[in-house]
């Protein structure tokens, strides 16, 4: 099975990332993607994009080279109200927003910190996605995140990296047999993610696959291999 889409892809915009927006391209392309997702880092990270960046992006056109891109952005939350860094504004011209938990944007909290950052995070209404909730760093209360999301209509990456044995991240792979647990008993769906910080990295979701596999998850579950699903979900037209 071959995926549609990557959303979760950083340029040298993001300041840590080491390929241009072309080269990001040039790689998907080689690589048969059809959809790809441009989400930089949003404001607040160290060296992410100013604002100005995302109320240009308009600029950069809707399909180059046969590659139908996505305009995202991975948001910042920010505190336990849920509060991110792109407000409406900012986020004017763009298709959709990843949330994620990072440092230094916001403190390491208890579980019950970070599990109402994550739950009122959702509740934007262009928050479509919770980036890489596989963290023990930041630990959160599965259930109760993954019954919001069914509510809100928000799915959960599954980011590939996370699941690299050269993360920052700590204990994915038990965090998102968790997660994958609690999506299947309420049927909400998932994404696989890069998370590339380097267009090599582009569609790699080789430890998706094999975390997927080890947890036996329903696959009818992961959106990147069904394109009607991908159309409806990002609402491209
Ligand atoms: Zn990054
Ligand atoms: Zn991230």
Not at 113 to 123: G, P, Q, Y
Request: proline letters at 4%.
């Amino acid at each position: 099975m071959k995926p549609f889409i990557d959303l979760h892809v950083h340029s040298i915009v993001s300041g840590h990332a080491y390929s241009t927006i072309d080269e990001n391209i040039k790689f998907a392309k080689s690589k048969n993607l059809k959809y790809l997702g441009m989400s930089e880092h949003g404001p607040s990270m160290p060296a992410a994009p100013h604002q100005y960046y995302f109320n240009n992006i308009a600029c950069i056109p809707d399909e180059i080279d046969g590659v139908r891109i996505i305009k995202g952005v991975e948001a910042n939350i920010l505190d336990t109200e849920g509060n991110i860094d792109i407000d409406d504004d900012l986020g004017y011209y763009l298709n959709y927003y990843i949330a994620s938990l990072h440092p230094p944007c916001i403190p390491y909290g208890s579980k019950e910190e970070n599990t109402s950052a994550v739950i009122n995070a959702m509740k934007h209404k262009k928050v479509k996605i919770i980036g890489h909730l596989d963290d023990s760093r930041y630990p959160v209360d599965y259930e109760k995140v993954v019954k919001v999301a069914k509510e809100e209509g928000v799915i959960f990456e599954i980011n590939n990296s996370s699941l690299k044995p050269t993360t920052f991240r700590e204990g994915a792979w038990e965090n998102v047999g968790e997660l994958l647990k609690y999506c299947e008993k309420y049927n909400v769906k998932v994404i696989f993610g890069s998370d590339a910080h380097i267009c090599y990295d582009i569609c790699n979701f080789s430890n998706c696959e094999e975390v997927v596999k080890k947890y036996n998850f329903n696959r009818d579950l992961i959106i990147n291999y069904n394109e009607e699903e991908i159309i409806k979900f990002f609402d491209i037209k």
